[in-house]
């Protein structure tokens, strides 16, 4: 077998580290997985315990119930470790960023793997990824908190990157921008003045505190008012599966990549 592309890192993982990911899946993403034929998915970089892989196993099964699960690690003591928790649908295999797979996975998650990478790996891996997926297959990338309470990831096609989201607990921030440091690789050195995504998130704490008052219904009332206050200016999805009350109402926000693309 050719040597995995790609570096080992931390392997730092946590039960339901990523469930804000997976809810938002299998929520926007699980029609599409109960259509395609022999759907397909890959986990990549799952870290020092299975625990995340079967997490989205067992999340994505039950609104895709033919969808199969494969955690790809680069360091073989982490593969060697999670293979014992394989099931019918679920396997653990050795490898990087050529996905070895039987054929294009109809979607992809990398979670806080490439933001251990450099901006230009991360720029360059998104394109050979999205080259791996099937016809309308999707790559979600992104960062969270170690608890995952906070969490930034962008959804990209085939083509290349179209949305950018936000989903964060309430209470466990004093305003957005507090999730600036969960943005993925290829945003996070472009938050400074005069960037797209700098101006966002400026705008995203300006209604923030614009809507302080909501705050005596809750927190989930304030950010659904400073959602309501952004999308005036920006192109803040509104309609489901990506949108509206029903997600917001989650503590998440997604815009489209073109908002914040800094090239
Ligand atoms: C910080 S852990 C993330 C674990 C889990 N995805 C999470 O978010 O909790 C990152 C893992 O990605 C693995 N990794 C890094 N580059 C990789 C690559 N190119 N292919 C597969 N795994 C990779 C590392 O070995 C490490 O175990």
């Given at each position: 077998m050719a040597k995995p592309v790609g570096a080992i890192t931390r392997g730092t993982t946590w039960h339901n580290r990523l469930r804000r990911v997976d809810r938002w899946t299998a929520a926007v993403h699980g029609p599409a997985l109960r259509a395609a034929v022999r759907p397909l998915v890959v986990d990549l970089g799952?870290?020092?315990?299975h625990t995340t892989t079967l997490e989205l196993f067992e999340r994505l099964r039950a609104v895709a119930p033919g969808v199969e699960v494969v955690g790809i690690e680069i360091d073989p003591a982490r593969v060697a470790l999670a293979?014992?928790?394989?099931?019918e649908g679920l396997s653990f295999v050795l490898g990087g960023f050529?996905?070895?797979?039987p054929r294009p996975p109809t979607l992809v998650r990398a979670f806080?793997?490439?933001?251990?990478?450099?901006e230009e790996d991360a720029w360059h891996y998104w394109d050979v990824l999205c080259g791996k997926l099937a016809p309308g297959g999707v790559l979600v990338e992104g960062t969270s908190s170690e608890t995952g309470r906070r969490a930034v990831w962008v959804g990209l096609s085939p083509g290349g990157p179209r949305t950018l989201t936000f989903s964060a607990r309430f209470g466990?921030?004093?305003?957005?921008?507090?999730?600036?440091?969960?943005?993925?690789k290829t945003l996070i050195h472009r938050?400074?003045?005069?960037?797209r995504i700098h101006a966002f998130l400026r705008d995203f704490d300006h209604a923030w505190a614009v809507s302080a008052p909501f705050g005596v219904h809750g927190m989930r009332q304030r950010w659904l008012a400073s959602v309501r206050l952004l999308a005036a200016r920006w192109p803040v999805a509104a309609h489901p599966p990506l949108g509206g009350p029903a997600r917001w109402r989650l503590g998440e926000l997604t815009l489209p990549w073109s908002a914040v693309d800094p090239h």
């Open positions: 799952y870290g020092a315990s293979k014992p928790y394989e099931r050529e996905l070895p797979v806080n793997v490439l933001r251990q990478y450099g466990d921030f004093e305003r957005p921008s507090d999730l600036a440091d969960r943005l993925p938050n400074v003045p005069g960037e």
